[in-house]
């Protein structure tokens, strides 16, 4: 019998009529693919889709070591990267939950019965680009071998955080195998790509580390420098490096949402390929699976619920038929108050919502270390995290915050105190206390510094505000990279330095450049965390300085603090998703992405714009905060005592939204989920200290909206 082929809407429109030929839509690759597609089997025993081949224990236990470290193969790599970005996103013990609640082992009932929880499939890597190179972002899909024509699902799974393409690896990714659904990765144009400029080497979308040239399109990521440029930016500031999310000069962020999607779309096309009938014999498949016949929900955490948030907001074709996320860094247009909103904790209205990121980390970077010494808070972290020359420099940031009237007080004590009041009046809550130090630590400068170029676009030799990558030594100072991490690099990093020998430099430091924790601000002669650096940061996001108050001038950092705050623009969520069925959930103690600028946001601001139409709910989890993975470490971080894994809860989601796309369940009203900490000695976590949420929640547990006020329980 002759076959027709025939575009999608012509095919659509003859689905009626009668004819003795078939009509056939053919499968084509979608034209944002750049280059070859890369596909590999795993047989789900010497390797797998979901673990690498580790199993449940495998992810448990160390990393295993590169037969040659200097020389990873592809298949180590990958293997070790799945380890990384499984373990970072989740409390990986047993005491957490790790194998018993959650896990590879747990089947999709909550059992204990799939083993090691290897995957067997195949999977498929592409990157979405112009051809160029400059943005080589990678979108994977992977396809259990259980995969069911007869109920087809696709999760997408983009990467929290700046990790590469495995980042949602044990989130959306783990619940969708489970499923036998397809999952549609992407690394959103993040990904984990470092430029080492001193030896112009890059690493290989396969992670491979090698030079420039040889990675050619290849390279996951290359500043845009002419060789040039690059000599005279290493003679200034030897032994630096670039990362794509900070460097690109692409704001990646923007696109979020459009790689999101690209991902979907990059799925139905794998999958077609796979299941779509031959058309006359050559390498052309039919459309056999479409939005129209398959199961679609927009998954992961952080920055990846985020993107998932954008892809619905985007879906102008109908891809998307639900969205289940937590945590997610959701910044929405018309910030907070200026839209009318207002949100409500109990009887207390909060007195600052619904900032973009850049502006209240740009605003936790300048107090967090000083309020960590307040009483209220506290240094919790040992000594292995915070020495003792960094208690001396929280100390001497509150003298130079004191100093310049950006906090009051005489004494310490009350220059500590001042500080986190600043903080609460800008949106944390008593609630985050406990976590301003370790936050600082580990997270803030280095999301400050990476956002703030990305906005504005910058390139690497521009060294904003006197910031740049480098390798420190333990006095600070620069010292050239370390090959063995390097060729590493593409499974322990996670895109945002400081990750894996690469850390944070503060040019200007007084006697040279150091490490941002190290560094003698000019201004103040001191240690102290590189204020001067900070206030640069915070100007170029605001447009005013931060000390008199004053809006930027010509002559300083005005045009600089323009480009910033455009890119910024270009990143805000409408907050409209079209009616989709959506289910938010949040850590109340998340101090990372605070609730009220983020999540809660968010929400009231979908219920003022799509009203009764709005299908999306919220749940607030108590005692939960941005990192599972940091209730591993115990006592160091004391993490353990006090939070529960938000993890349970977006497997939970996930189930949620899942039984109502398939049989029409109700989602949960929007309530405060009561959880219960494990408390001294963190005993192993129990069912009970992670409770259901309830189908109708009582009313002091259930969150409101009216008007342009939303009221979440005290």
């Given at each position: 019998m002759k076959r027709r082929i025939v575009p999608f809407v012509l095919a659509a429109a003859l689905a009626g009529c009668s004819s003795s030929d078939d009509v056939f839509e053919p499968n084509i690759k979608p034209s944002f693919i750049s280059g070859d597609i890369r596909e590999a089997s795993y047989d789900g025993a010497s390797d797998d889709l979901l673990t690498g081949g580790l199993g449940k224990t495998g992810i448990a236990a160390a990393a295993p070591a590169f037969a040659n470290p200097a020389a990873p193969t592809v298949a180590e790599l990958r293997r070790n990267a799945i380890h990384t970005n499984y373990r970072a996103v989740m409390d990986y013990t047993a005491a957490g939950g790790f194998g018993r609640l959650y896990g590879p082992n747990i089947d999709v009932d909550g059992n204990d019965t799939l083993g090691e929880g290897k995957v067997a499939g195949t999977e498929h890597i592409a990157v979405a680009d112009d051809g160029s190179g400059h943005q080589n972002v990678v979108l994977m899909v992977q396809v259990p071998a259980k995969?069911?024509?007869?109920?087809?699902?696709?999760?997408?799974?983009?990467?929290?955080?700046?990790?590469?393409?495995?980042?949602?690896?044990?989130?959306?990714?783990?619940?969708?195998?489970?499923?036998?659904?397809?999952?549609?990765?992407?690394?959103?144009?993040?990904?984990?790509?470092?430029?080492?400029?001193?030896?112009?080497?890059?690493?290989?979308?396969?992670?491979?580390?090698?030079?420039?040239?040889?990675?050619?399109?290849?390279?996951h990521f290359r500043a845009d420098l002419t060789d040039a440029d690059r000599a005279t930016f290493n003679a200034?500031?030897?032994?630096?490096?670039?990362?794509?999310?900070?460097?690109?000069?692409?704001?990646?962020?923007?696109?979020?949402?459009?790689?999101?999607?690209?991902?979907?779309?990059?799925?139905?096309?794998?999958?077609?390929?796979?299941?779509?009938?031959?058309?006359?014999?050559?390498?052309?498949r039919s459309v056999r699976l479409r939005p129209s016949n398959t199961l679609v929900i927009a998954s992961s955490i952080s920055n990846g619920g985020g993107a998932a948030l954008a892809a619905a907001e985007q879906d102008a074709e109908g891809l998307i038929?639900?969205?289940?996320?937590?945590?997610?860094?959701?910044?929405?247009?018309?910030?907070?108050?200026?839209?009318?909103?207002?949100?409500?904790?109990?009887?207390?209205?909060?007195?600052?919502?619904?900032?973009?990121?850049?502006?209240?980390?740009?605003?936790?970077?300048?107090?967090?270390?000083?309020?960590?010494?307040?009483?209220?808070?506290?240094?919790?972290?040992?000594?292995?995290?915070?020495?003792?020359?960094?208690?001396v420099a929280a100390q001497n940031r509150c003298a130079a915050l004191a100093a310049r009237g950006l906090v009051g007080g005489a004494t310490l004590a009350e220059q500590a105190d001042s500080a986190l009041a600043k903080l609460h009046a800008y949106g944390w809550q008593a609630e985050n206390n406990f976590l301003q130090q370790s936050?600082?630590?580990?997270?803030?400068?280095?999301?400050?510094?990476?956002?703030?170029?990305?906005?504005?676009?910058?390139?690497?030799?521009?060294?904003?505000?006197?910031?740049?990558?480098?390798?420190?030594?333990a006095t600070g100072n620069v010292v050239p990279q370390a090959a063995a991490l390097q060729a590493g690099l593409f499974s322990t990093g996670n895109g945002v330095p400081p990750t894996s020998g690469v850390n944070i430099v503060y040019n200007a430091s007084v006697g040279g450049a150091k490490l941002d924790f190290l560094a003698v601000s000019p201004t103040s002669g001191a240690a102290d965390f590189a204020l001067d650096g900070a206030l640069c940061m915070r100007s170029l996001v605001t447009g005013i300085d931060p000390v008199t108050g004053l809006e930027l001038v010509e002559n300083d950092w005005f045009p600089v603090s323009a480009l910033v705050r455009t890119g910024i623009q270009e990143v805000l969520l409408k907050a409209d998703l079209r009616g989709k069925p959506a289910l938010?959930?949040?850590?109340?103690?998340?101090?990372?992405?605070?609730?009220?600028?983020?999540?809660?946001?968010?929400?009231?601001?979908?219920?003022?714009r799509e009203g009764a139409s709005s299908k999306l709910?919220?749940?607030?989890?108590?005692?939960?905060?941005?990192?599972?993975?940091?209730?591993?470490?115990?006592?160091?971080?004391?993490?353990?005592?006090?939070?529960?894994?938000?993890?349970?809860?977006?497997?939970?989601?996930?189930?949620?939204?899942?039984?109502?796309?398939?049989?029409?369940?109700?989602?949960?009203?929007?309530?405060?989920?009561?959880?219960?900490?494990?408390?001294?000695?963190?005993?192993?976590?129990?069912?009970?200290?992670?409770?259901?949420?309830?189908?109708?929640?009582?009313?002091?547990?259930?969150?409101?909206?009216?008007a342009t006020t939303l009221t979440v329980p005290q």
């Amino acid at each position: 019998m002759k076959r027709r082929i025939v575009p999608f809407v012509l095919a659509a429109a003859l689905a009626g009529c009668s004819s003795s030929d078939d009509v056939f839509e053919p499968n084509i690759k979608p034209s944002f693919i750049s280059g070859d597609i890369r596909e590999a089997s795993y047989d789900g025993a010497s390797d797998d889709l979901l673990t690498g081949g580790l199993g449940k224990t495998g992810i448990a236990a160390a990393a295993p070591a590169f037969a040659n470290p200097a020389a990873p193969t592809v298949a180590e790599l990958r293997r070790n990267a799945i380890h990384t970005n499984y373990r970072a996103v989740m409390d990986y013990t047993a005491a957490g939950g790790f194998g018993r609640l959650y896990g590879p082992n747990i089947d999709v009932d909550g059992n204990d019965t799939l083993g090691e929880g290897k995957v067997a499939g195949t999977e498929h890597i592409a990157v979405a680009d112009d051809g160029s190179g400059h943005q080589n972002v990678v979108l994977m899909v992977q396809v259990p071998a259980k995969f069911d024509l007869n109920n087809p699902c696709i999760v997408t799974g983009t990467s929290s955080g700046s990790r590469g393409v495995y980042g949602a690896i044990g989130t959306s990714g783990e619940w969708g195998l489970k499923r036998g659904c397809a999952v549609a990765y992407s690394d959103k144009g993040t990904g984990n790509g470092l430029h080492d400029l001193m030896t112009d080497s890059v690493h290989r979308i396969d992670g491979q580390f090698t030079t420039a040239a040889a990675a050619g399109n290849q390279a996951h990521f290359r500043a845009d420098l002419t060789d040039a440029d690059r000599a005279t930016f290493n003679a200034a500031t030897p032994n630096r490096v670039a990362y794509k999310h900070a460097h690109s000069q692409q704001n990646p962020e923007k696109d979020w949402g459009t790689n999101t999607l690209q991902a979907v779309k990059f799925a139905f096309y794998v999958l077609n390929q796979k299941y779509g009938d031959p058309i006359d014999g050559g390498p052309l498949r039919s459309v056999r699976l479409r939005p129209s016949n398959t199961l679609v929900i927009a998954s992961s955490i952080s920055n990846g619920g985020g993107a998932a948030l954008a892809a619905a907001e985007q879906d102008a074709e109908g891809l998307i038929d639900g969205v289940a996320v937590t945590e997610p860094n959701a910044q929405p247009g018309s910030f907070g108050s200026d839209n009318g909103l207002r949100i409500r904790q109990g009887t207390t209205t909060v007195p600052t919502i619904g900032k973009p990121l850049a502006d209240y980390f740009s605003y936790a970077n300048i107090y967090q270390p000083c309020a960590a010494l307040s009483s209220q808070a506290g240094l919790s972290l040992a000594a292995a995290f915070w020495p003792a020359a960094f208690t001396v420099a929280a100390q001497n940031r509150c003298a130079a915050l004191a100093a310049r009237g950006l906090v009051g007080g005489a004494t310490l004590a009350e220059q500590a105190d001042s500080a986190l009041a600043k903080l609460h009046a800008y949106g944390w809550q008593a609630e985050n206390n406990f976590l301003q130090q370790s936050h600082f630590r580990f997270a803030t400068n280095s999301i400050v510094m990476t956002y703030v170029n990305a906005h504005g676009r910058f390139s690497v030799t521009e060294n904003v505000c006197g910031f740049s990558f480098a390798n420190t030594d333990a006095t600070g100072n620069v010292v050239p990279q370390a090959a063995a991490l390097q060729a590493g690099l593409f499974s322990t990093g996670n895109g945002v330095p400081p990750t894996s020998g690469v850390n944070i430099v503060y040019n200007a430091s007084v006697g040279g450049a150091k490490l941002d924790f190290l560094a003698v601000s000019p201004t103040s002669g001191a240690a102290d965390f590189a204020l001067d650096g900070a206030l640069c940061m915070r100007s170029l996001v605001t447009g005013i300085d931060p000390v008199t108050g004053l809006e930027l001038v010509e002559n300083d950092w005005f045009p600089v603090s323009a480009l910033v705050r455009t890119g910024i623009q270009e990143v805000l969520l409408k907050a409209d998703l079209r009616g989709k069925p959506a289910l938010i959930v949040a850590g109340r103690e998340d101090t990372l992405v605070p609730v009220n600028h983020a999540a809660r946001a968010y929400f009231g601001t979908n219920q003022m714009r799509e009203g009764a139409s709005s299908k999306l709910k919220y749940i607030e989890v108590t005692n939960a905060q941005h990192f599972d993975a940091f209730i591993a470490f115990g006592a160091l971080l004391g993490y353990d005592s006090r939070y529960v894994p938000l993890h349970v809860y977006f497997v939970r989601a996930m189930d949620a939204m899942w039984n109502h796309l398939k049989s029409g369940a109700a989602l949960p009203a929007s309530q405060v989920v009561r959880t219960t900490p494990r408390g001294e000695g963190a005993p192993a976590l129990q069912a009970s200290n992670v409770p259901a949420w309830a189908t109708t929640p009582a009313a002091a547990d259930a969150i409101g909206f009216s008007a342009t006020t939303l009221t979440v329980p005290q």
